[in-house]
């Protein structure tokens, strides 16, 4: 099992390493802000806690799907990797919103399944996500297929405090981000439509005379 120590303070230090603007850093210094960040989350306040502790205190563990999206955002941030495209980021928002939406909802009474105990004996749920990772495999979205196949192993490996398929798999946060920009990229399609409908189309006979 990974202590729980070691998987807040690196949850810590990327989330604020994100949060930080940082885009006019150099990638050099970008690594020493996110090495500062980790050496911040360890610092012991009142009580002995680390600052990286309180955090986990508000937000529990992050999945390992979670903490996969939050270490690739950062080597793109550091200039490690390149950005994927949009239609490989709309395939992720929709598989982890559908997911949240199967999952939360069921788990806070709302309709008669439970959906929470399916991860327990996830034998079925296993196979789904085998299937969803062969897709994004054929797609050609590696971030995807690495997040699902590592999320997988890491249960089968038990190295998360929880016996539930479900808690390496998804938590609020990656539900809630998928959700929120599944519906701004929405939003802003329907802008752009709009925009597009409300142009003028030229004449065919403008500038002939």
Sequence with gaps: MIPVGMQSCLSFALLVFLLLPS????????????????????????GGLPLAGYLRGLTDELSITAMLWLLAAAALRLGWTRGSSAAAAWQLWSIFAV??????????????????????????????????????LLLGNWLGVLMLTLATLAFSLDIKASDNYWDYLIDPFVALYAIAMLLASAAGALRRWRRGALTPVPQLDEGLD
């Design 99 to 136: 997911l949240g939406v199967v999952l939360y909802p069921a788990s806070m009474g709302v309709g008669m399944l439970d959906t929470y105990s399916w991860g327990y004996s996830p034998r079925s749920l296993i196979l789904l996500i085998g299937a969803l990772t062969l897709a994004l």
């Design 23 to 46: 885009t006019r850093l150099s990638p050099r210094y970008r690594g020493l802000l996110l090495v500062g960040a980790l050496l911040v989350g360890l610092v012991p306040l009142p």
